[in-house]
């Protein structure tokens, strides 16, 4: 039926530890079929559609405090934002953002945030993105874009990961398609390249 949208109740985990992330309220589901086809990004990958209203998807499980003295963080999302506007949290915490990627204040520039640290870097959100990102126990707070570090800073603050919410930060949502996202509670920095050219062969990214 090409009259037909679908949308993502459960994004199921590929790991084999079970945290899937879940919306139950429709209208709060990212969309995966838009008119009867399948959501893609720029090379054709399913992705999930969130329209920055009022999609997000979480997982209600305490992960732990990240950030000095306590756990590490390591993410790597495949991420196009639709739109060049707003910095959303990509993770948060409900109300508050672990780690969001977006526009750098009213530069239009791409701009990272870690815990409490923020870069910038030229170029627009809107392109298909390669996204790598780390809070580690000794306080360091990194983030890459396409391989290249943007952001190389320390910080003193934790975050209490107690409620995984993706694509929102208290009543501001992310209008992103995700194609990918992995979440490692480890240092992955040491893996980071290999991690990162898997995913940009697999997407197409130079």
Known sequence: DNTVDGFVETWYDQSGNG?????????????IVNAGSLEVDGTGYPVINSDGVNDF??????????????????????????????NPALIGNGATTFMSYGRYGGSGDIGFFVIDQTASAAGSPTNLSQISMFALSNGDTDAYLNGTQELNSNTSTTYTLNNFTILRRGSSYANSLISELIFYNTDQTANREAIEANQAAAYGIA
């Open 57 to 86: 998807m979480e997982l209600v499980e305490n992960l732990g405090t990240y950030g000095l003295s306590n756990l590490n963080a390591s993410v790597f999302s495949i991420t196009t934002r639709s739109t060049n506007a707003g």
């Open 19 to 31: 945290r899937d992330l879940s919306q139950p309220t429709a209208e709060n589901q990212p969309r």
